[in-house]
């Protein structure tokens, strides 16, 4: 175990802590890779919704430039890594990557 891979897409905000979360994966011994998102990541994904209603919902999916980040690594050695709560100090990215990272059994 240990070892992974985990991705996040994210409109050029600016948002609070984003810089301290990204940071904080690498921080924590993850390989970062940034890229921009491939279009169908913005295409229709809502059973039953029209396409013309999904842009109407989600106009910004248009207007903004999103970036896909790839995190990966490999299982560590022995020794314990220290635990994305104390590498990133914002409690509720902290939270919220915990729960996004999947690692294999």
């Known amino acids: 175990g240990g070892g992974g891979a985990f991705y996040y897409v994210a409109p050029e ?3 609070l802590g984003e810089v301290e979360f990204l940071d904080g994966l ?3 011994g993850w390989y970062r890779t940034e ?3 491939p279009p169908r990541f913005m295409d229709n994904v809502l059973d039953g919704v029209a396409d013309e209603d999904f842009r109407n919902l989600f106009p ?3 207007t903004r430039t999103y970036t896909l980040y790839t995190f990966t690594r490999h299982p ?6 220290p635990s994305l709560a104390a590498a990133v100090p ?3 990215f902290a ?3 915990a729960a996004a990272v999947r690692q294999p059994d």
């Open 76 to 81: 560590p050695p022995t020794q314990s890594a």
């Open 60 to 62: 910004e999916l248009a």
């Open 90 to 92: 914002l409690p509720g």
């Open 26 to 28: 690498v921080g924590l």
């Open 13 to 15: 905000t600016d948002r």
């Open 35 to 37: 890229e921009a998102a």
């Open 95 to 97: 939270i919220a990557a």
